[in-house]
C-alpha cells in the first residue's frame, strides 16, 4: 500500500512539472524556441542544485557550530566557497577540450548522469552527518559545473538561429538567477525545518538531479565541432592554451573581461547585502530575503528586456548603458541612508514589510532593482557576442577560458573585500568605491564602442519621434561587406538606418557635419567617415576613399548618401559616381534604401532652414524601404538611383 501511494505521488509531481513547463513556456515565450527548452530546464535545475547544496550545507555548519578540518564559522564558509571555485580554474580547459571534440548533448547528459551520483552522495553524507564527505561532494559537485558550462552556452548557438541568440542567451540567465535564488532560498529553508531536515535535503537534490537528467534526454544531438581536437589532460597546459585562444581576438577577449567585470561587481555586492540589511538597515532576515530576491528577479527582468531591445542582434550599444546605469545605482545605494531612528536595542530588527513601508526603504529598493535591471541588461549582449564571434571549432574552449576569468576576479573581488573589511569600510562606502571603479570601467567600455552606445541611443529617441516601418531588412546581407545607398532628405537619415539595421553600419558624410554644434559631436563618436569635394579638400576625399576600402576590406556595412547634399525640395538628386569610384577600388554589393516621410520634418530643409524652425509633427509615420542587392559587377550610378526612384514610387 505504501508503495502504491509513493507511486501515486510521483506521478502527480511529474504530471505537475509537465504542466508548470508548459505554463512558463507560454508565459515565458519559450515557444518561440522549440529546440532550446531542454536546455534551458536543465541548467536551471542544475544551478537550482547547486545553490541548494552550498547553502543547505553553509547553514548548516554555520548554526550548529560544526567545525570541519579543524575550521568553523566565516573561515569555513569562505573555505566551501573557494573549493567551489577551485575546478573551474583547475578543469576548464579540459573541459573546453572535451565539448569541442565531442556530441555537446551527450556531454550535457554524461554531467546529468554524475550530479544524480553526486545527489545520492550528499543524501548520505547529510543523514549521517558526515561532514567532511559533504565538502568533498561540493568539490565534485563543481567539477560537474564546470564541465556543463562549456557545454551550455556553446550548444545555443547550434540549436538557436542567429537572429534567436540573444533571446536564447536572455532566457538563461533569467532562469539561473532564479535558479540561484530559489535554490538558497529552499536550501535554507530545508535544512533549519527540524525533525527529517536532513532526508528532506537528501530526497530534494536527488530528485531535481532526477528531473535535471531527464530534461537532458529530450536535448537533439549535435554534430561535434572538432572531432579531430587533441584532448590535454593535464589542467595548466589546458587552461594555459584555452585563454590564449580568446586573447588572440580583442573583440572576443574585451567581452569575457566585460562579463568577468560583472561577475567582480556581482560577487561584492551579493557578499555584502548581509551585512548591509542587519548592520545598516537594520533589517531581520525577511529583508535579506527581499534584498536577494529584489537582485535576482531585476536581474531576470534586465535579461528579457535585453532580448526585447536587441530585435534579433547583437545589440551591443546596450553594454555601455548598461554599465552606466550601474554606476549610477551603485552611487544611489551609497547615497541613500534609511529614514528611521535605529533602536538603541541592537536586538530590535524591522521586517520587510515595516521596511517597504517606509520612503527611504522603498528608494533603496528600487535602486537595488534597478542596478540588477541595469546588470542584465549589461550582460547578455556580451554572452552573446561571446558565442556568435567565437569559431565553431573552439566555441566551447573560448566559453571555457570566460569561466577561467570570470573565477579570478571573482577571487580577486573576494580578496579586495576582505581587505576592506579589515580596513572598517562600512557597506555604504563600499558601494562608492565599487561605483567609482565601474565609472572608469563604463568610460573604457564606452571608448571602446562609442558608435554602438550612440546607434542604440539613436534608435531609441528615433522610435520616440517616429512610428518607423521597416520594408526588405532581409535584403541586407547577413555577413560580409554591402553598401546601403540611400536618398537624402534630413538630418536625421543616417541615424534612421543605423537604429533599423540589424548590422553596425559606418556612414559617409559631408565633412560640414562635423561642424555642427552638438551633432559634430555626435558624429563624430559615431565614427562618420567625413568626406569632401576634391576642391575644398582633395587630401580628405583621398582619406575618406581610404576608410571606405578599409570598411569593405573588414566585411563591414557602409552606408552612403550618393546625392552628396540634403535634398532642399524633397526630390531625389542626381547620384553622383563616387559610389562606383568605391566599387572599383573593393567590388561589393549595394543595396539601394528609401526614407519616405521624413520631408517636412524639423530637421528637413522644408519651409525654411533645418532645425531651425517649430517642430510640427510628432510620432509621423516614417518607412525604410530596402530594395534587392544590386551585384557589383553591375553598379553604375545611374543604376542605383533609379532603383531608389523605384523604392520611393
Given amino acids: 500500500m505504501g508503495h502504491s501511494a509513493a507511486g501515486q505521488c510521483i506521478i502527480r509531481f511529474l504530471n505537475g512539472c509537465e504542466m508548470v513547463t508548459s505554463l512558463i513556456r507560454k508565459t515565458v515565450g519559450l515557444e518561440k524556441f522549440p529546440n532550446f527548452w531542454p536546455l534551458f530546464w536543465t541548467q536551471f535545475f542544475g544551478a537550482l542544485n547547486d545553490n541548494f547544496l552550498k547553502q543547505a550545507l553553509i547553514i548548516m555548519v554555520t548554526y550548529q557550530s560544526i567545525k570541519v578540518w579543524g575550521m568553523s564559522g566565516q573561515t569555513l564558509n569562505a573555505f566551501g566557497a573557494g573549493i567551489f571555485i577551485l575546478p573551474f580554474f583547475l578543469f576548464s580547459g579540459l573541459a573546453g577540450q572535451i565539448t569541442d571534440r565531442f556530441d555537446k548533448s551527450k556531454v550535457i547528459v554524461a554531467t546529468k548522469i554524475l550530479e544524480i551520483v553526486l545527489m545520492v552522495m550528499a543524501a548520505v553524507g547529510f543523514y549521517y552527518h558526515l561532514f567532511e564527505f559533504l565538502f568533498v561532494v561540493l568539490f565534485f559537485m563543481a567539477v560537474h559545473s564546470t564541465f556543463f558550462g562549456p557545454a551550455k552556452y556553446s550548444i545555443i548557438p547550434e540549436i538557436v538561429s542567429e537572429a534567436k541568440l540573444t533571446g536564447a542567451n536572455a532566457y538563461v540567465e533569467m532562469g539561473t538567477f532564479v535558479a540561484i535564488l530559489l535554490g538558497n532560498l529552499w536550501g535554507g529553508y530545508a535544512i533549519t525545518r527540524g525533525g527529517g531536515a536532513e532526508k528532506l535535503v537528501g530526497l530534494s537534490l536527488i530528485v531535481i538531479a532526477i528531473i535535471g537528467y531527464l530534461t537532458s534526454r529530450h536535448q537533439k544531438p549535435v554534430a561535434p565541432t572538432n572531432p579531430e581536437l587533441k584532448i590535454d ?4 597546459p589546458s587552461t594555459v592554451a584555452t585563454i590564449k ?5 580583442a573583440a572576443l577577449f574585451n567581452s569575457i573581461l566585460g ?39 531585476g536581474i531576470a527582468v534586465g535579461s528579457l528586456l535585453a532580448e526585447k531591445l536587441s530585435f534579433d542582434r547583437v545589440e551591443i550599444g546596450l553594454v555601455p548603458i548598461g554599465a552606466m546605469g550601474l554606476t549610477v545605482t551603485l552611487f544611489m545605494l551609497y547615497w541613500l541612508r534609511p529614514e528611521w531612528v535605529v533602536s538603541s536595542d541592537s536586538s530590535h530588527y524591522i521586517t520587510w514589510t515595516q521596511f517597504l513601508a517606509l520612503a527611504s526603504g522603498r528608494k533603496i529598493f528600487a535602486s537595488l532593482f534597478l542596478l540588477a535591471v541595469f546588470a542584465g541588461l549589461y550582460t547578455v549582449p556580451l554572452y552573446t557576442l561571446v558565442q556568435s564571434r567565437s569559431d565553431k571549432k573552439m566555441r566551447s574552449q573560448i566559453v571555457a577560458s570566460n569561466n577561467i576569468i570570470n573565477a579570478f576576479f571573482m577571487v580577486v573581488s573576494s580578496l579586495f573585500l576582505m581587505a576592506l573589511d579589515q580596513a572598517q569600510v562600512s557597506s555604504y562606502y563600499t558601494f562608492l568605491i565599487y561605483g567609482i571603479m565601474n565609472l572608469a570601467v563604463s568610460a573604457y567600455i564606452y571608448l571602446l564602442v562609442p558608435d554602438f552606445a550612440l546607434r542604440f541611443i539613436t534608435w531609441g529617441i528615433v522610435n520616440i519621434m517616429y512610428r518607423l516601418k521597416v520594408t526588405g531588412e532581409e535584403n541586407i546581407p547577413r555577413t560580409g561587406a554591402v553598401i546601403l545607398a540611400s536618398n537624402h532628405v534630413s538630418f536625421v ?16 558624410m559631408d565633412y560640414l557635419f562635423m561642424t555642427l554644434p552638438f551633432m559634430g559631436w555626435f558624429f563624430r563618436h559615431a565614427k562618420i567617415i567625413p568626406i569632401a569635394p576634391t576642391k575644398d579638400s582633395a587630401v580628405m576625399l583621398g582619406n575618406a576613399f581610404d576608410n571606405i576600402s578599409q570598411v569593405i576590406a573588414k566585411g563591414d556595412v557602409l552606408g552612403i548618401f550618393p546625392e552628396g547634399k540634403i535634398s532642399r525640395d524633397g526630390n531625389l538628386s542626381r ?22 516621410g521624413l520631408w517636412g520634418s524639423f530637421f528637413s530643409f522644408k519651409d525654411g532652414p533645418a532645425m531651425k524652425k517649430r517642430p510640427r509633427r510628432f510620432w509621423s509615420r516614417v518607412e525604410l524601404r530596402i530594395g534587392k542587392p ?15 526612384r523605384e523604392l520611393l514610387g
Fill in 630 to 644: 544590386i551585384p557589383a559587377s553591375e553598379v553604375t550610378a545611374a543604376l542605383v538611383e533609379s532603383r531608389v
Fill in 233 to 236: 589532460i593535464n589542467p595548466i
Fill in 493 to 508: 537619415d543616417g541615424l534612421i538606418i543605423a537604429g533599423a539595421v540589424k548590422r553596425p553600419v559606418r556612414f559617409v
Fill in 259 to 297: 562579463i568577468s567585470w560583472f561577475w567582480f561587481l556581482g560577487a561584492a555586492i551579493l557578499t555584502i547585502l548581509p551585512t548591509y540589511c542587519r548592520d545598516l538597515m537594520r533589517g531581520d532576515a525577511t529583508v535579506v530575503n527581499l534584498f536577494l530576491a529584489t537582485f535576482t528577479i
Fill in 575 to 596: 547620384f553622383r559616381r563616387g559610389i562606383e569610384r568605391a566599387i572599383r577600388r573593393n567590388p561589393t554589393v549595394v543595396v539601394p534604401v528609401a526614407i519616405v
Fill in 245 to 249: 585562444l580568446a586573447y588572440k581576438d
